[in-house]
């Protein structure tokens, strides 16, 4: 029995006592990584007999790129041999590029056309060597001369491209030919010249879909980084405005550009940005999404830690404002970092507007989430535990809808709310001709013929109608997600333990968000903590703006003058 | 052990502890399973102490086709039982559901039961945690269980809403005035005041003043509760106040007196009262009366008992008008005011002297003036305010400024 006992005690010791860490590390476990790393190579061994460094021989080259490139069963790798004309003497050569990705017309052009066919650039013959400078002494000639660089005559006179690169190892070849370069191979050189040709079908810079202002840009990004590069260029049309590229993902070497303001933007962000974007250790990244969820502080709760965007608009004020702005090629989302709970029931058009108006769409906002979260909530805990608190005619309009239904209320409200969710996933699905047929038939029908059949009340139908448009009304798409979570976790809540549960539920949510950090920010900054600058919910007028967020600790507190309307007030 | 494995274990145990030790599951009270009594009426039973009514309200009685239609029908249940709570219980166990007091809008005393003292039923009524402060509390001239059978609602669906809404009249009457539960308890137990109640009754044609010996003026505002001839659908009607003393029903307030409370205790709104013409005989005018000032009132004491003035200032704006009606006069409108002046006196010292010498119960709260010549709670309650209030004697100056009415004659 005593036994027993002792058992149980040491059993509920380990797991609710304090056990402190066993090995603390104070520093940066370099060495653990590494070996890490290599551990994870190993795996793929093989890959390492590659040579690395490119052969003088061109037939050797040719050999490593068709293993490489498996070009007997890759279709659209094509290798183009040739002989170039320099000096009058014929090389060897080849053109390496992929198919689909280049413009052929370039490669025509550009390319092929002067290297191949004679013209005076290749057909010029000067002196073997040429003679830099001749001293004569005791009849002897002592001539300086300059070798003739094959190397730099091509780079200098036939390649008549803007963007050509010397690269010796055969891993910038691959990565230059998998983004839609072409590789030039010459015979007796162990260096190869990476030529931009690019020309793939891509989309030109649209409507941007998902977040819809009206009055505001209404441009969006697009796949292409350097279309999205070049709007956010556009619009700070600041030459502080500092693009970095850093590549991620092993196999996929994914383009990222971490874009910011070098003469306002925190430089310990900066580095907290790149620092994440270095060390991910993963083999693709294909979108902004998967990005997001690699980099951000905390993956355990719902919540966004990042704001996303497909709007430079959007992406340029935040830079302005002294955040990081972060692209991934192939992704029309761009995300900005560091990311608090207002920036998400912001709307872009709030900086567009004037203030009353995005105060009053503010608090339509903030009206948005707290019924979108709490509303089936509360209707579940009122009816169960607090009748005495609704008015006694809405009570009986209640009672009398509810007269002839057979289902319990908590019962009632999750089959409603899980019906239209499953409208809302349909919705997505369905082909976009049909598409507003689900609408119709979900949300009308259903909902009419669920009420005559007296399954649902049409009190609940209300309920989760504006629960609903609600959720609708947040301006971010990961926050609306949040809130549709967090929403069957407060309806449990509700149901057993009323509004003690709702109120014990809003406290963990707002210890969850108090204590989540956004890159090191607090994620309910400004309001908690309060920083000196703080001016309240609400947005200030536009001449009233002087400070830009002292959270951020920029390196440009100031944003305009004490007395930004020059014109009126100039004593 | 795993640190994962033990981080889940301990939220599960947290959030098994929550949901279901500290669960509500067992106070649960979902909307479906509760009766939800409306008005309660207090009759003293025959055998019993206690004759208990309750208006139950059945809402979508009708209900067609399940539509949420709002009209409800309700059911009175009568039981005769010793106290209150008891009364609850074996309504509980007649009821399918469970009953719940706390949309209880209206108290209904019978004229008998309340001049047999209400005191524990009124300790009782506030005890229950259900009932609300705020529900009305009213004496009926018939018995509570007959009030609250015939109070159908005739132009709102629900007859909660009737009993939320009825009371509100006298805010452009002043023929009664709303009295809820916890002023009715608080001037209860003040040593300043006594309490008083909305008088009710229903209406029937057995029930009509035909006492046809008063003159035409005070006819229309001279009614108590039920007296009016009004021609329609059997129906409550609240017009004066029911006056106690102490936990006993003493008298009743008919609806001029009403307005003299309520100008004297300064809550009153507006008003519509009748003169006699000055101008032409057996005619009446018809004003629209509204304090512009609070009234004052000032408490002397000469040889134990109070010496009470009043010093009222009222507008009053015409709305009797005829052909002959020259109210742009200076002199028609002095002579005019002259007669509301005299006229409101004689009303005001008429109450005055009923709440003191008939009723002995200071509904005005006189005793708050009173109490100022007193140095220490002992001495306040040795005089016995309420018990001296019978003696006081009183001085009432009304000053009524008359605006002429909307239409104008001359130009």
């Known amino acids: 029995m005593n036994i027993q006992k002792n058992t149980i005690i040491t059993c509920f010791e380990n797991l609710f006592s304090y056990h402190p860490k066993e090995d603390y590390q104070f520093s940066i476990p370099e060495t653990l990584e590494k070996k890490q790393e290599q551990n994870y190579s190993s795996e793929s061994s093989s890959n390492l007999e590659l040579p690395k460094n490119i052969f003088p021989t061109l037939s050797v080259n040719l050999e490593v790129l068709t293993s490489r490139y498996n070009t007997m069963i890759n279709s659209d790798i094509i290798i183009r041999e040739f002989s170039l004309t320099a000096k009058n003497k014929e090389y060897k050569a080849f053109l390496f590029y992929i198919d689909g990705m280049v413009d052929t017309t370039s490669i025509n052009h550009f390319v092929l056309d002067p290297l191949m066919l004679r013209n005076s650039a290749n057909t010029y013959q000067s002196p073997e060597s040429e003679v830099i400078k001749e001293a004569i002494t005791n009849n002897i000639v002592v001539r300086k001369v300059k070798k003739f660089d094959l190397a730099s005559y091509i780079y200098n006179h036939l390649v008549p491209q803007n963007s050509v690169e010397q690269v010796d190892t055969f891993d910038d070849v691959a990565s230059g030919v998998n983004s839609g370069n072409c590789a030039l191979f010459v015979d007796t050189l162990n260096i190869v010249f990476n030529i931009d040709v690019k020309g793939f079908k891509q989309r030109s810079v649209e409507k941007p879909e998902n977040e819809i202002v009206i009055r505001g840009s209404q441009e969006g990004f697009t796949e292409n980084i350097r279309t999205n590069t070049s709007l956010l260029r556009r619009f700070v049309n600041n030459e502080k405005l500092i693009i970095e590229n850093i590549e991620v993902g092993n196999l996929t070497k994914t383009k990222c550009a971490v874009c910011y303001m070098k003469n306002i933007a925190n430089t310990d962000l900066i580095a907290e940005v790149k620092y994440r974007l270095n060390n991910i250790d993963v083999d693709t990244i294909i979108s902004s999404g998967q990005l997001e969820q690699l980099i951000e502080d905390n993956g355990k709760f719902s919540l966004p830690q990042l704001i996303s965007s497909e709007r430079p608009d959007k992406a340029s004020n935040f830079l302005l404002e002294g955040r990081v702005v972060i692209l991934v090629n192939g992704s029309p989302y761009c995300l900005i970092a560091p990311g608090t709970f207002i920036d998400f029931i912001t709307s872009p058009e709030d900086l567009n507007l004037k203030f009353q108006f995005a105060n009053l769409l503010k608090i339509i906002r903030i009206l948005a989430v707290i019924l979108t979260l709490l509303l089936p909530g509360l209707y579940v805990a009122i009816t169960n535990f607090h009748q005495e608190l609704i008015p006694t005619e809405l009570l009986f309009a209640i009672v009398a809808a509810r007269e002839s239904i057979p289902l319990p209320i908590i019962f009632e409200i999750l089959v409603m709310e899980v019906s239209f969710e499953l409208i809302r996933e349909a919705g997505l699905r369905v082909p976009s001709p049909i598409g507003p047929t689900i609408g119709i038939v979900g949300a009308l029908i259903l909902g009419q013929a669920a009420v005559d059949a007296n399954i649902v009340s049409p009190i609940l139908i209300i309920v989760v109608a504006i629960t609903a448009i609600a959720s609708f009304a947040i301006p971010d798409f990961s926050f609306g997600f949040h809130c549709r979570i967090a929403r069957f976790v407060y309806i449990a809540f509700g149901y057993f333990l009323g509004f003690l549960g709702i109120a014990f539920c809003l406290f963990i949510h707002f210890l969850i968000l108090s204590e989540l950090k956004s890159f090191g920010y607090s994620y309910l900054q400004p309001y908690i903590p309060v920083t000196k600058d703080y001016k309240g919910i609400f947005l200030s007028p536009s001449w009233k703006r002087e400070h830009r967020a002292s959270f951020l600790n920029t390196k440009r507190p100031k944003r305009q003058a004490d007395i930004s309307m020059t014109w009126k007030n100039n004593k | ?411």
């Open chain 2, 1 to 411: 052990m795993n640190k994962k494995l033990k981080n889940t274990i301990l939220l599960f145990l947290i959030l098994t502890i929550c949901l279901f030790s500290l669960s509500g599951c067992y106070s649960e009270r979902n909307i479906d399973h509760l009766a939800y009594v409306v008005a309660l009426g207090f009759d003293v039973g025959t055998d019993n102490k206690l004759r208990l009514s309750f208006q139950i309200s059945v809402p979508g009685g009708s209900g067609d086709n399940g539509s949420s239609s709002q009209s409800d029908s309700s059911v009175v249940n009568t039981i005769e039982c010793s106290t209150f709570d008891s009364g609850v219980n074996l309504l509980n166990s007649y009821l399918s559901k469970e009953s719940n007091l706390s949309h209880c809008k209206m108290i209904v005393f019978s004229e008998e039961f309340a001049s047999n003292g209400i005191s524990e039923t009124l300790f009782t009524l506030m005890n229950k945690v259900e009932i609300r402060p705020d529900c009305n509390v009213l004496v009926s001239r018939c018995n509570a269980e007959y009030f609250l059978k015939n109070s159908e609602p005739v132009l709102e669906k629900l007859s909660a809403r009737y009993y939320e809404i009825a009371p509100t009249s006298s805010e452009y009457t002043g023929f009664t005035q709303s009295v809820t539960l916890s002023e009715f308890f608080s001037d209860y137990n003040d040593t300043f005041q006594t309490c008083y109640a909305i008088l009710g009754g229903i209406n029937t044609s057995d029930t009509h003043n035909s006492d046809s010996s008063e003159n035409a003026v005070e006819k229309d505002s001279s009614n108590k509760a039920d007296e009016t001839l009004i021609q329609g659908k059997t129906n409550i009607e609240n017009m004066g106040l029911a006056i106690f003393s102490g936990d006993k029903l003493v008298g009743e307030l008919n609806g001029i007196q009403t307005i003299c409370h309520q100008i004297i205790s300064n809550t009153l709104n507006s008003c519509i009262i009748n003169i006699p013409n000055p101008f032409e005989e057996n005619q009446t005018i018809s004003l629209k009366v509204r304090p512009i000032k609070n009234t004052k009132n000032k408490v002397k004491l000469v040889n134990g008992s109070a010496y009470i003035t009043s010093n009222i200032n009222l507008e009053a704006r015409i709305l009797t008008m005829n052909e002959n009606s020259k109210y742009l006069n200076t002199n028609e409108i002095q002579t005019l005011e002259k007669s509301i002046n005299s006229y409101l006196t004689t009303q005001l010292y008429d109450y005055l002297y009923k709440i003191s010498k008939d009723f002995n119960s200071d509904i005005d709260g006189f005793g708050k003036y009173v109490v100022q010549n007193f140095q220490t709670y002992e001495d306040w309650k040795n005089f016995n305010w309420l018990e001296n209030f019978k003696n006081s004697f009183f001085e009432v100056s009304v000053n009524t400024t008359v605006k002429s009415g909307y239409i104008l004659m001359e130009s």
